[in-house]
């Protein structure tokens, strides 16, 4: 699942980030108790994330065991669903384990490159990402989930097909990947290059 996504993001484990993924699509399309849910998380580069962020409240996730606070476990998924519905995001270490919770983001502005319409939440995450190592993932209200990686956007991933016209904000050339019902959206490099060679105009031979 989200092989175009995880092909734009090399620089962690696969696995780890394909979980966080998952988790993040559960969350964009259960909601919590009937209305939609937003938070966002940054995986990885975890102590300069740390370093450039603040809890909101006491930490809820404090002195747990590893074991307890890896994304893979389904006991810990359940408690991160509760605690999105809070202010502020999550800090997941590379290896995957969420370290805190409730966190406020405070990285530089105006670094990250944000599509006009993104929120707050999105900028934070994109700045957060331009200014660390760490990747970012958005869990939007409107249940599109968007990842920024060295604050750029490097995919969307939408829930529904009558979306794609109002909710996709990935600029250029963009290659689609169907997963189940979903539809994952990630730039197209190679198609926008080609694309960019057929607007040249024809040359001719010069004389020597």
């Known amino acids: 699942m989200f092989e175009s996504i995880l092909c734009e993001v090399t620089e962690y484990d696969p696995g780890v980030l394909e979980s966080m993924i998952g988790l993040a699509v559960e969350i964009a399309r259960e909601g919590r108790e009937g209305r939609r849910v937003g938070t966002l998380f940054m995986l990885g580069d975890e102590d300069a994330v740390l370093a450039r962020s603040r809890p909101l409240i006491?930490?809820?996730?404090?002195?747990?065991?590893?074991?307890?606070r890896h994304v893979t476990n389904l006991n810990l998924r359940g408690t991160i669903k509760e605690l999105a519905q809070l202010d502020g995001g999550f800090v997941v270490s590379r290896d995957g384990?969420?370290?805190?919770?409730?966190?406020?983001?405070?990285?530089?502005?105006?670094?990250?490159?944000?599509?006009?319409?993104?929120?707050?939440?999105?900028?934070?995450?994109?700045?957060?990402?331009?200014?660390?190592?760490?990747v970012g993932i958005v869990v939007s209200e409107s249940s599109v989930v968007r990842l920024f990686c060295h604050g750029q956007l490097v995919g969307e991933i939408i829930p529904e097909l009558w979306m794609?016209?109002?909710?996709?904000?990935?600029?250029?050339?963009?290659?689609?990947?169907?997963?189940?019902?979903?539809?994952?959206?990630?730039?197209?490099?190679?198609?926008?290059?080609?694309?960019?060679?057929?607007?040249?105009p024809l040359k001719y031979g010069t004389n020597a």
């Open 58 to 68: 006491l930490d809820p996730l404090l002195g747990h065991p590893e074991s307890s």
């Open 97 to 134: 384990i969420v370290l805190s919770a409730c966190r406020y983001l405070d990285a530089a502005a105006a670094l990250g490159d944000v599509p006009l319409g993104l929120g707050s939440r999105h900028i934070a995450a994109a700045n957060m990402s331009a200014v660390t190592k760490a």
């Open 164 to 200: 794609m016209d109002h909710a996709a904000h990935l600029r250029g050339a963009v290659k689609k990947e169907q997963v189940g019902e979903l539809t994952v959206l990630t730039p197209n490099p190679r198609q926008a290059v080609t694309a960019k060679k057929d607007d040249q």
